[in-house]
Protein backbone atom coordinates (compact mmCIF):
# COMPACT_ATOMS: atom_id res chain seq x y z
CA UNK A 1 0.00 0.00 0.00
CA UNK A 2 1.34 3.30 -1.34
CA UNK A 3 -0.30 6.13 1.68
CA UNK A 4 -0.05 10.03 0.05
CA UNK A 5 0.00 11.94 3.42
CA UNK A 6 0.63 15.28 4.72
CA UNK A 7 3.41 15.38 7.54
CA UNK A 8 6.37 17.53 9.05
CA UNK A 9 10.02 17.52 8.81
CA UNK A 10 12.97 18.99 10.52
CA UNK A 11 15.70 20.82 7.48
CA UNK A 12 16.35 23.76 8.92
CA UNK A 13 17.38 24.12 12.57
CA UNK A 14 14.42 24.72 15.13
CA UNK A 15 11.77 25.31 12.09
CA UNK A 16 9.21 22.73 11.09
CA UNK A 17 8.41 22.30 7.31
CA UNK A 18 5.00 20.86 6.41
CA UNK A 19 6.07 18.64 3.46
CA UNK A 20 3.74 15.33 1.46
CA UNK A 21 5.30 12.50 1.43
CA UNK A 22 4.51 8.56 0.40
CA UNK A 23 4.27 6.00 3.77
CA UNK A 24 5.71 9.14 5.59
CA UNK A 25 6.22 12.23 6.16
CA UNK A 26 8.70 13.48 2.72
CA UNK A 27 9.87 11.44 -0.11
CA UNK A 28 8.57 7.64 -0.52
CA UNK A 29 9.93 3.88 -0.65
CA UNK A 30 12.03 2.72 -3.16
CA UNK A 31 9.46 -0.77 -4.27
CA UNK A 32 11.21 -3.18 -5.50
CA UNK A 33 9.85 -5.63 -8.30
CA UNK A 34 11.07 -8.43 -10.75
CA UNK A 35 10.39 -8.67 -14.43
CA UNK A 36 7.50 -11.19 -14.56
CA UNK A 37 5.73 -9.93 -11.26
CA UNK A 38 2.37 -8.84 -11.51
CA UNK A 39 2.63 -5.46 -9.50
CA UNK A 40 -0.39 -4.26 -6.94
CA UNK A 41 -0.09 -0.73 -6.29
CA UNK A 42 -3.12 0.25 -3.56
CA UNK A 43 -2.60 4.52 -3.88
CA UNK A 44 -4.46 5.73 -0.64
CA UNK A 45 -4.69 9.37 -1.08
CA UNK A 46 -4.83 10.90 2.73
CA UNK A 47 -4.03 14.31 1.24
CA UNK A 48 -6.26 17.53 1.17
CA UNK A 49 -6.14 17.90 -2.97
CA UNK A 50 -6.89 15.60 -5.52
CA UNK A 51 -3.76 14.21 -6.92
CA UNK A 52 -2.33 11.16 -9.27
CA UNK A 53 0.33 8.78 -9.26
CA UNK A 54 2.31 8.02 -12.50
CA UNK A 55 4.72 5.21 -12.78
CA UNK A 56 7.30 7.06 -14.37
CA UNK A 57 9.53 4.74 -17.21
CA UNK A 58 7.11 2.00 -16.72
CA UNK A 59 5.41 -0.05 -19.51
CA UNK A 60 1.74 -0.46 -18.96
CA UNK A 61 -1.48 -0.46 -20.43
CA UNK A 62 -2.36 3.15 -20.33
CA UNK A 63 -5.56 3.11 -17.11
CA UNK A 64 -3.07 1.86 -15.22
CA UNK A 65 -0.25 4.86 -16.42
CA UNK A 66 -1.15 6.88 -13.30
CA UNK A 67 -1.71 10.15 -15.56
CA UNK A 68 -3.58 13.36 -15.41
CA UNK A 69 -7.27 11.07 -15.93
CA UNK A 70 -6.41 8.92 -13.06
CA UNK A 71 -7.10 11.30 -10.26
CA UNK A 72 -7.88 10.18 -6.55
CA UNK A 73 -9.58 12.27 -4.51
CA UNK A 74 -8.90 12.90 -1.29
CA UNK A 75 -9.54 9.67 1.15
CA UNK A 76 -10.11 7.83 -1.82
CA UNK A 77 -8.37 4.54 -2.91
CA UNK A 78 -6.61 3.78 -6.74
CA UNK A 79 -5.64 0.39 -7.23
CA UNK A 80 -3.45 0.08 -10.11
CA UNK A 81 -2.00 -3.05 -11.42
CA UNK A 82 0.14 -4.34 -13.95
CA UNK A 83 2.86 -6.92 -15.21
CA UNK A 84 6.18 -5.91 -14.75
CA UNK A 85 7.41 -6.90 -18.37
CA UNK A 86 10.65 -4.71 -18.92
CA UNK A 87 14.14 -5.41 -17.83
CA UNK A 88 16.14 -4.17 -14.87
CA UNK A 89 15.52 -0.62 -14.92
CA UNK A 90 15.43 2.28 -12.34
CA UNK A 91 12.60 3.91 -12.64
CA UNK A 92 9.81 6.28 -10.10
CA UNK A 93 6.57 7.64 -9.20
CA UNK A 94 5.09 10.55 -8.96
CA UNK A 95 2.06 12.55 -8.98
CA UNK A 96 0.77 14.37 -12.30
CA UNK A 97 -2.24 15.76 -11.95
CA UNK A 98 -3.33 18.88 -14.58
CA UNK A 99 -1.86 22.43 -13.90
CA UNK A 100 -0.27 21.40 -10.63
CA UNK A 101 2.54 18.48 -10.97
CA UNK A 102 5.26 21.05 -10.05
CA UNK A 103 3.86 21.80 -6.70
CA UNK A 104 2.77 18.15 -5.78
CA UNK A 105 6.55 17.49 -6.80
CA UNK A 106 8.15 20.44 -4.39
CA UNK A 107 5.80 19.13 -1.61
CA UNK A 108 7.30 15.53 -1.36
CA UNK A 109 5.54 13.20 -3.42
CA UNK A 110 7.79 10.91 -5.42
CA UNK A 111 9.25 7.35 -4.78
CA UNK A 112 11.64 4.68 -6.46
CA UNK A 113 10.33 1.53 -8.33
CA UNK A 114 13.34 -1.02 -9.03
CA UNK A 115 13.02 -3.55 -11.08
CA UNK A 116 15.37 -6.71 -11.26
CA UNK A 117 15.74 -9.66 -13.52
CA UNK A 118 18.30 -12.67 -14.72
CA UNK A 119 19.94 -10.44 -16.60
CA UNK A 120 20.65 -8.18 -13.55
CA UNK A 121 21.36 -11.43 -11.06
CA UNK A 122 23.80 -12.23 -13.73
CA UNK A 123 25.93 -9.46 -13.02
CA UNK A 124 27.24 -9.14 -9.90
CA UNK A 125 26.70 -5.70 -9.95
CA UNK A 126 27.01 -3.76 -6.37
CA UNK A 127 23.95 -4.83 -4.59
CA UNK A 128 23.78 -4.55 -0.69
CA UNK A 129 21.00 -1.69 -0.77
CA UNK A 130 22.21 1.36 1.43
CA UNK A 131 25.23 0.13 1.34
CA UNK A 132 27.35 -0.42 -1.88
CA UNK A 133 24.19 -0.09 -4.00
CA UNK A 134 22.52 3.94 -3.19
CA UNK A 135 19.72 5.94 -4.68
CA UNK A 136 20.66 8.96 -5.17
CA UNK A 137 17.74 11.75 -5.85
CA UNK A 138 18.07 15.07 -6.91
CA UNK A 139 16.16 17.76 -5.90
CA UNK A 140 16.60 21.31 -5.14
CA UNK A 141 14.24 23.53 -2.44
CA UNK A 142 13.81 27.01 -1.30
CA UNK A 143 12.25 27.79 2.25
CA UNK A 144 10.15 30.65 3.39
CA UNK A 145 11.33 32.49 6.47
CA UNK A 146 8.71 30.33 8.34
CA UNK A 147 10.64 27.26 7.44
CA UNK A 148 7.89 26.10 4.55
CA UNK A 149 8.70 25.73 1.33
CA UNK A 150 8.88 28.90 -0.96
CA UNK A 151 7.68 27.30 -4.16
CA UNK A 152 6.20 31.41 -5.35
CA UNK A 153 7.70 31.70 -8.66
CA UNK A 154 9.53 34.73 -9.41
CA UNK A 155 9.18 35.97 -12.87
CA UNK A 156 12.30 34.13 -14.66
CA UNK A 157 11.30 31.03 -12.90
CA UNK A 158 7.72 31.01 -14.69
CA UNK A 159 9.97 30.96 -17.50
CA UNK A 160 12.70 28.74 -17.21
CA UNK A 161 11.18 26.70 -14.35
CA UNK A 162 11.54 26.26 -10.75
CA UNK A 163 15.54 26.48 -8.81
CA UNK A 164 15.58 26.35 -4.99
CA UNK A 165 18.82 27.34 -3.29
CA UNK A 166 19.47 24.86 -1.29
CA UNK A 167 20.22 21.22 -2.50
CA UNK A 168 18.66 17.91 -1.04
CA UNK A 169 20.07 14.04 -1.89
CA UNK A 170 17.06 11.81 -1.04
CA UNK A 171 15.43 14.72 1.12
CA UNK A 172 18.51 15.44 2.92
CA UNK A 173 20.50 18.82 2.77
CA UNK A 174 24.56 18.40 2.68
CA UNK A 175 24.42 15.20 1.81
CA UNK A 176 26.80 12.23 2.90
CA UNK A 177 27.36 8.74 2.64
CA UNK A 178 29.67 6.11 4.24
CA UNK A 179 30.99 3.46 1.30
CA UNK A 180 33.15 0.93 1.70
CA UNK A 181 36.98 0.87 -0.20
CA UNK A 182 35.07 -1.51 -3.39
CA UNK A 183 33.67 -0.69 -6.73
CA UNK A 184 30.31 1.40 -5.69
CA UNK A 185 26.80 1.43 -7.63
CA UNK A 186 24.70 5.18 -7.82
CA UNK A 187 21.50 5.08 -8.87
CA UNK A 188 20.71 8.64 -9.79
CA UNK A 189 17.60 10.13 -10.08
CA UNK A 190 16.92 13.60 -11.26
CA UNK A 191 13.89 14.37 -9.27
CA UNK A 192 14.29 18.11 -9.71
CA UNK A 193 11.50 20.56 -11.21
CA UNK A 194 13.43 21.90 -13.75
CA UNK A 195 17.20 21.90 -12.33
CA UNK A 196 19.78 20.25 -14.98
CA UNK A 197 22.81 18.44 -13.30
CA UNK A 198 26.15 17.87 -14.79
CA UNK A 199 27.55 15.93 -12.48
CA UNK A 200 31.27 14.91 -11.80
CA UNK A 201 33.49 13.71 -8.56
CA UNK A 202 35.92 16.46 -7.21
CA UNK A 203 39.15 15.04 -8.38
CA UNK A 204 37.47 14.39 -11.86
CA UNK A 205 38.01 10.66 -11.88
CA UNK A 206 36.45 8.69 -14.33
CA UNK A 207 33.55 6.34 -13.65
CA UNK A 208 31.40 3.75 -15.12
CA UNK A 209 27.45 3.99 -16.55
CA UNK A 210 26.18 0.85 -16.41
CA UNK A 211 22.40 2.11 -17.00
CA UNK A 212 20.37 5.25 -18.57
CA UNK A 213 16.54 5.70 -18.15
CA UNK A 214 15.17 2.44 -19.29
CA UNK A 215 17.87 -0.24 -17.67
CA UNK A 216 21.06 -1.88 -18.46
CA UNK A 217 23.32 -0.22 -21.17
CA UNK A 218 25.06 -2.52 -23.61
CA UNK A 219 28.26 -2.14 -22.11
CA UNK A 220 29.20 -0.01 -19.45
CA UNK A 221 30.52 3.42 -20.68
CA UNK A 222 33.35 5.47 -19.19
CA UNK A 223 32.68 9.07 -18.02
CA UNK A 224 34.07 11.91 -16.38
CA UNK A 225 30.73 13.90 -16.52
CA UNK A 226 26.66 13.36 -16.82
CA UNK A 227 24.30 15.37 -17.40
CA UNK A 228 20.66 14.58 -16.53
CA UNK A 229 17.44 16.94 -17.34
CA UNK A 230 14.78 16.60 -15.18
CA UNK A 231 13.31 12.96 -14.89
CA UNK A 232 16.22 11.01 -16.27
CA UNK A 233 17.85 8.28 -14.59
CA UNK A 234 21.81 6.91 -14.81
CA UNK A 235 23.05 4.39 -12.71
CA UNK A 236 26.77 4.16 -12.39
CA UNK A 237 30.03 2.33 -10.59
CA UNK A 238 32.49 4.45 -8.79
CA UNK A 239 35.79 2.42 -7.97
CA UNK A 240 36.92 3.65 -4.34
CA UNK A 241 39.30 0.55 -4.33
CA UNK A 242 41.99 2.62 -3.63
CA UNK A 243 40.34 5.79 -1.60
CA UNK A 244 40.13 3.86 2.00
CA UNK A 245 39.90 6.62 3.91
CA UNK A 246 39.52 9.07 1.69
CA UNK A 247 36.28 11.83 1.16
CA UNK A 248 35.25 12.45 -2.47
CA UNK A 249 32.69 14.81 -3.74
CA UNK A 250 29.62 14.80 -6.23
CA UNK A 251 29.25 18.32 -7.75
CA UNK A 252 27.04 19.61 -10.34
CA UNK A 253 29.40 21.65 -12.87
CA UNK A 254 25.86 23.20 -13.78
CA UNK A 255 25.87 25.14 -11.19
CA UNK A 256 29.54 26.34 -9.80
CA UNK A 257 30.49 22.88 -9.01
CA UNK A 258 28.15 23.21 -6.03
CA UNK A 259 28.51 20.12 -4.19
CA UNK A 260 26.24 17.70 -4.15
CA UNK A 261 27.07 14.79 -1.66
CA UNK A 262 29.92 13.74 0.58
CA UNK A 263 31.31 10.34 -0.32
CA UNK A 264 33.17 9.23 3.06
CA UNK A 265 35.66 6.23 1.60
CA UNK A 266 35.76 3.95 5.01
CA UNK A 267 39.18 1.41 5.98
CA UNK A 268 37.08 -1.62 5.96
CA UNK A 269 34.64 -3.85 4.01
CA UNK A 270 36.66 -3.34 1.03
CA UNK A 271 36.71 -5.52 -2.24
CA UNK A 272 39.05 -5.88 -5.02
CA UNK A 273 36.08 -7.34 -7.09
CA UNK A 274 34.40 -5.26 -10.41
CA UNK A 275 31.49 -5.63 -12.73
CA UNK A 276 32.78 -6.54 -16.28
CA UNK A 277 32.48 -3.94 -19.56
CA UNK A 278 30.22 -6.28 -21.35
CA UNK A 279 26.62 -5.88 -19.38
CA UNK A 280 23.24 -6.96 -21.88
CA UNK A 281 22.38 -6.68 -25.52
CA UNK A 282 19.55 -4.43 -26.13
CA UNK A 283 17.05 -5.21 -29.42
CA UNK A 284 17.44 -1.75 -31.34
CA UNK A 285 14.39 -0.83 -33.66
CA UNK A 286 15.06 -0.57 -37.75
CA UNK A 287 14.65 2.94 -38.87
CA UNK A 288 14.31 2.18 -42.44
CA UNK A 289 10.89 2.65 -43.54
CA UNK A 290 9.52 4.44 -39.99
CA UNK A 291 7.12 7.04 -40.04
CA UNK A 292 8.13 10.92 -39.02
CA UNK A 293 6.56 13.00 -36.33
CA UNK A 294 7.44 16.30 -35.33
CA UNK A 295 6.50 17.89 -32.31
CA UNK A 296 7.71 21.29 -32.24
CA UNK A 297 8.01 23.06 -29.13
CA UNK A 298 6.91 27.11 -28.42
CA UNK A 299 5.18 29.48 -26.63
CA UNK A 300 1.95 31.47 -27.54
CA UNK A 301 0.35 33.74 -24.98
CA UNK A 302 1.95 32.65 -22.07
CA UNK A 303 1.41 29.25 -22.40
CA UNK A 304 4.48 26.37 -23.49
CA UNK A 305 3.03 24.87 -26.97
CA UNK A 306 3.82 21.42 -28.63
CA UNK A 307 2.94 22.02 -32.24
CA UNK A 308 1.37 24.89 -31.37
CA UNK A 309 -1.00 23.41 -28.78
CA UNK A 310 -1.50 23.60 -25.27
CA UNK A 311 -2.36 20.70 -23.05
CA UNK A 312 -6.36 20.10 -23.17
CA UNK A 313 -7.57 17.45 -20.91
CA UNK A 314 -10.40 16.59 -23.68
CA UNK A 315 -8.29 16.46 -26.72
CA UNK A 316 -6.16 13.68 -28.05
CA UNK A 317 -3.40 15.08 -30.07
CA UNK A 318 -2.18 11.90 -32.18
CA UNK A 319 -3.13 8.30 -32.45
CA UNK A 320 -0.27 5.86 -32.71
CA UNK A 321 -0.40 2.01 -34.27
CA UNK A 322 0.80 -0.06 -32.31
CA UNK A 323 3.52 -1.77 -33.23
CA UNK A 324 4.76 0.16 -35.41
CA UNK A 325 7.96 2.16 -35.55
CA UNK A 326 8.04 5.51 -35.87
CA UNK A 327 10.46 8.44 -35.61
CA UNK A 328 9.59 11.43 -33.45
CA UNK A 329 11.20 14.61 -34.24
CA UNK A 330 11.47 17.01 -31.40
CA UNK A 331 12.40 20.26 -32.37
CA UNK A 332 12.85 23.39 -29.55
CA UNK A 333 12.46 26.85 -31.59
CA UNK A 334 13.01 28.34 -28.16
CA UNK A 335 16.25 30.12 -26.44
CA UNK A 336 15.59 27.77 -23.69
CA UNK A 337 16.32 24.63 -22.08
CA UNK A 338 13.65 21.76 -22.43
CA UNK A 339 13.11 18.27 -22.55
CA UNK A 340 10.89 15.52 -23.75
CA UNK A 341 9.48 12.67 -22.31
CA UNK A 342 7.13 9.71 -23.59
CA UNK A 343 4.63 7.98 -21.57
CA UNK A 344 4.15 4.08 -22.13
CA UNK A 345 7.37 3.37 -23.98
CA UNK A 346 10.82 3.30 -24.12
CA UNK A 347 12.99 4.78 -27.14
CA UNK A 348 16.76 5.50 -28.58
CA UNK A 349 17.99 8.46 -29.83
CA UNK A 350 18.49 8.50 -33.39
CA UNK A 351 20.78 11.94 -34.19
CA UNK A 352 20.40 15.59 -32.68
CA UNK A 353 20.60 18.30 -34.92
CA UNK A 354 20.83 15.62 -37.57
CA UNK A 355 24.18 14.28 -36.24
CA UNK A 356 24.27 11.03 -34.32
CA UNK A 357 27.73 11.99 -33.01
CA UNK A 358 25.73 14.92 -30.86
CA UNK A 359 24.18 11.82 -29.10
CA UNK A 360 26.23 11.95 -25.57
CA UNK A 361 27.91 9.16 -24.19
CA UNK A 362 25.76 8.50 -21.19
CA UNK A 363 22.42 8.51 -23.98
CA UNK A 364 23.12 5.62 -25.98
CA UNK A 365 20.18 2.83 -24.35
CA UNK A 366 16.80 2.91 -23.62
CA UNK A 367 15.57 6.29 -22.67
CA UNK A 368 12.15 7.71 -21.52
CA UNK A 369 13.58 11.50 -21.62
CA UNK A 370 15.50 13.66 -23.42
CA UNK A 371 17.33 16.55 -23.10
CA UNK A 372 16.36 19.29 -25.54
CA UNK A 373 19.20 22.09 -25.92
CA UNK A 374 17.82 25.92 -26.68
CA UNK A 375 17.27 25.25 -31.03
CA UNK A 376 17.73 21.73 -30.77
CA UNK A 377 16.32 19.02 -32.46
CA UNK A 378 16.11 15.55 -31.56
CA UNK A 379 15.09 12.06 -33.55
CA UNK A 380 13.83 9.54 -31.42
CA UNK A 381 13.14 5.97 -33.09
CA UNK A 382 10.34 4.09 -31.29
CA UNK A 383 7.11 2.08 -31.04
CA UNK A 384 4.62 0.93 -29.04
CA UNK A 385 4.60 -2.75 -28.73
CA UNK A 386 2.48 -3.52 -25.44
CA UNK A 387 -0.87 -2.38 -24.77
CA UNK A 388 -3.14 -0.14 -26.45
CA UNK A 389 -5.46 2.70 -24.44
CA UNK A 390 -8.75 4.41 -24.43
CA UNK A 391 -9.57 8.30 -25.06
CA UNK A 392 -10.12 8.43 -21.15
CA UNK A 393 -6.80 7.04 -20.23
CA UNK A 394 -4.05 8.46 -23.00
CA UNK A 395 -0.52 8.36 -22.81
CA UNK A 396 0.99 11.31 -22.51
CA UNK A 397 4.38 13.28 -24.00
CA UNK A 398 5.51 15.86 -22.17
CA UNK A 399 8.70 18.80 -21.12
CA UNK A 400 9.25 17.19 -17.88
CA UNK A 401 10.59 20.77 -16.69
CA UNK A 402 7.53 20.75 -14.48
CA UNK A 403 6.64 24.00 -14.70
CA UNK A 404 6.22 23.81 -18.87
CA UNK A 405 4.45 20.74 -18.23
CA UNK A 406 1.92 22.64 -15.80
CA UNK A 407 1.50 25.24 -17.68
CA UNK A 408 0.57 23.40 -21.16
CA UNK A 409 3.73 21.73 -22.61
CA UNK A 410 2.16 18.47 -23.04
CA UNK A 411 0.33 16.65 -25.15
CA UNK A 412 -1.78 12.90 -25.37
CA UNK A 413 -2.15 9.93 -27.71
CA UNK A 414 -3.52 6.29 -27.71
CA UNK A 415 -2.06 3.69 -28.97
CA UNK A 416 -4.19 2.31 -31.47
CU1 LIG B 1 7.66 11.72 -14.94
CU2 LIG B 1 4.59 12.26 -17.53
O1 LIG B 1 6.04 12.06 -16.16
CU1 LIG C 1 6.20 9.31 -17.32
CU1 LIG D 1 10.25 22.80 -21.12
Same mark, same amino acid.
Given at each position: ????????????????????????????????????????????????????????????????????????????? $?????????????????????????????????????????????????????????????? !???????? @???????????????????????????????????? =???????????????????????????????????????????????????????????????????????????????? !??????? @???? =??? =?????????????????????????????????????????????????? $?????????????????????????????????? $?????? !?????????????????????????????????????????????????
Amino acid at each position: MLELQSGVSRFLDGLDTTTWGINGAFLGPAVRLRKGDRARMQVVNRLPETTTLHWHGMKLPGPMDGGPHQEIAPGET $WMAEFDIVQGASMNWFHPHKEGVTGRHVQMGLAGLLLIEDEVSDALNLPSAWGVDDIPLILQ !DRRFNADG @SFDYSLAMMEAMRGFQGDHYRVNGTLDAGVALPPKE =VRLRILNGSNAREYDLAFSDGRSFRQIATDGGLTENAVALTRLRLTPGERAEILVDLRNDAGEMLYLLNRADADARLLTL !DVQTSGG @SSET =VAD =VLTSLTHLDPAGATTRSFVFGMMRGRFTINGKSMDMNRIDLSVPRGRVEI $WEVVNRMDMLHNFHVHGTHFEILDRNGNASLVED $WERGYK !DTVRLGPGETVRLLLSFEHYTTTADAPYMFHCHILEHEDRGMMGQFTVA
